[in-house]
């Protein structure tokens, strides 16, 4: 695969920036928002913003299924902060009627920086990505609380899991959209790019 085409799932959230991000990652990135329009995929991106409001739309715009069959049929994902809760298999401090897509078996604790802290940036190691430390924006930011087997930590931030890898499905708190650093991206084109 030479140029991987990219959806950014643009139900509500931060879609302009990662179309950004991605394309300057060497994928083509295009906004997705119908269950057709994921067919001829080869990766998407789940991006922040409310993940209670994102959870409705899926149902509205009846992206739910299709968006779970997506990640269960093996192509990549990433998720970044709401994007992340929409990955998790379990969510803490949800609302009672708010769905997930799932593919990481872990439990993510929604606005979990958000009491000491509602936004913050800090510099963090990431498993992976070359070249020192990523600049991590946290916005009213998840944490992952626990993970079970088949979910790699690819890292912490004061003692909390902050980017997850279980298989083609790749999650963080933070926001590398924001940044202007695009290797959290080139990583995640990396995996779509060698996907089988
Ligand atoms: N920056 C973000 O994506 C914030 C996530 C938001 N707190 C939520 O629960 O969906």
């Known amino acids: 695969m030479t140029t991987p085409t990219i959806g950014v799932l643009a139900l509500q959230g931060d879609v302009r ?11 083509l990135a295009r906004p997705v928002r119908r269950p057709e329009e994921l067919a001829d995929l080869d990766g998407l991106v789940v991006p922040g913003g409310e993940s209670t409001t994102m959870s409705k739309l899926a149902v509205v715009f009846g992206m739910l299924e299709p968006l779970r069959d997506f990640v269960r049929s093996g192509r990549p994902v990433y998720g970044t902060c709401a994007g992340m809760i929409m990955v998790a298999d379990k969510l803490l401090d949800a609302r009672a009627d708010q769905e997930t897509f799932g593919g990481v078996d872990m439990i993510v604790r929604r606005n979990a920086f958000g009491r000491q802290n509602e936004s913050f940036e800090a510099a963090v190691d990431m498993t992976g990505i070359p070249g020192g430390p990523v600049h991590g924006v946290f916005i009213r930011a998840p944490w992952v609380e626990s993970t079970g087997a088949a979910a790699e930590v690819l890292a912490r931030y004061d003692g909390h899991t902050v980017a997850v890898r279980q298989g083609n499905v790749l999650a963080t708190s933070f926001h590398p959209e924001l940044t202007g650093d695009h290797r959290v991206h080139a990583f995640f084109v990396d995996m779509v790019r060698t996907a089988v």
């Open 17 to 27: 920036e990662h179309l950004v991000a991605l394309a300057a990652a060497d994928a």
